[in-house]
């Protein structure tokens, strides 16, 4: 390279769909580097006139600057860019490329960084209150003392799933969808410390959302299978409604089967159909509310473990409901506790 020329090159060598680029620019006044890739403080002045600065900017030096309001630099390659204690107030980085830039103590308040490509990138002490990183690829980003307001918006849903789909193989399914529910995470981690309950809950849910399609694209369904469990029984612990609704339908079922397979014997007579569907045609709508109220009444106070011993079931398929029913009854009261308790924290 011309010793008038900048020459710098960023490390891109992780970079599997980004190829090294050498920068051309003439050098300043300094003799090391060009305007870009210098460490002397930029002004916003000294922007004026370079607001098309030409192909990749990977490496840039922004320490400093003064960036509020630009539009200048979206859609632009800034791999490695430093923008420590600068100033983007206002200012639209989106569709930009800011792999492993450095954004420590800056003032992002307002910024644009949708559909940006954030990953391997670092914000300490940042201020993101009222940023834009919706459908930005955040993967292994890093978010250290950044503050965010209800303003900051990521958007109801990670880029990575809409890459799912597209995906070649099954781990590469996978893969993406680590990335979604990792980002997941870290942003259940941030809303938390910013005392946004309600978003840090949405995270949640997107995480184990993610994390169960991941199980299924590895083929790990027996992983898959429970947390399809805790998803529909109670939305991954979130949820007591959905614990009292699983509850409510374990009694009603079993509370049909009952007088269907056997019957229940109590002190005042036997309620059963010996031959279910002759018997309920042959039955008046009074006689029908009689039997099956017994069985929903024994339904309860066995799925509640009371054990009322006026009640018994009749034959080994009612006893084994009987049992099975008991079982989940202890099951799903220890879940709704369990839902309750994480509700209050």
Not at 63 to 76: C, I, K, P, Y
Not at 203 to 221: F, P
Not at 241 to 251: D, G, H, L, Q
Request: hydrophobic share 40%; net charge neutral.
């Amino acid at each position: 390279m011309s010793e008038t020329r900048c020459g710098y090159v960023e490390d891109v060598e992780l970079l599997t769909d980004r190829g090294k680029a050498c920068c051309w620019r003439p050098v300043n006044e300094s003799g090391e580097n060009c305007f870009w890739h210098d460490n002397t403080p930029k002004t916003a002045e000294a922007f004026d006139d370079r607001h098309d600065p030409g192909g990749r900017l990977d490496g840039a030096d922004f320490r400093g600057a003064d960036l509020v309001d630009t539009s200048w630099l979206r859609e632009r390659s800034l791999v490695g860019a430093d923008f420590t204690g600068a100033t983007l107030r206002g200012a639209d980085l989106s569709s930009t490329d800011l792999r492993r830039a450095t954004f420590d103590r800056v003032d992002a308040r307002r910024t644009c960084f949708d559909k940006a490509d954030v990953e391997g990138a670092t914000f300490e002490n940042a201020d993101l209150r009222d940023a834009s990183l919706n459908r930005a690829k955040l993967y292994r980003t890093g978010f250290t003392d950044v503050r965010l307001n209800r303003a900051s918006n990521f958007g109801d849903q990670m880029v990575y799933e809409d890459f799912v789909d597209d995906a070649d193989d099954r781990e590469s399914r996978a893969a993406t969808l680590e990335a979604a529910s990792w980002t997941y995470r870290e942003l259940r981690r941030l809303f938390k410390q910013d005392a946004l309950p309600r978003r840090a809950r949405v995270c949640y849910l997107g995480e184990k959302n993610t994390r169960r399609r991941a199980a299924w694209a590895r083929g790990e369904y027996l992983r898959a299978l429970k947390l399809e469990g805790s998803r529909w029984v109670m939305r991954y612990g979130t949820s007591p409604t959905r614990v009292i609704t699983s509850s409510a339908v374990v009694m009603g079922c079993c509370g049909i089967l009952y007088p269907l397979t056997g019957g229940l014997r109590t002190g005042s007579g036997t309620y059963a159909f010996e031959q279910p569907v002759m018997d309920i045609l042959a039955a008046t709508p009074g006689q029908l509310a009689r039997v099956f109220y017994q069985g929903l009444y024994f339904s309860v106070v066995t799925f509640a473990t009371l054990s009322y011993g006026d009640i018994q079931p009749i034959g080994a398929v009612a006893r084994a409901i009987a049992g099975i029913e008991s079982l989940l009854g202890s099951l799903l009261l220890a879940l709704l506790l369990f839902v309750l308790t994480q509700r209050v924290r």
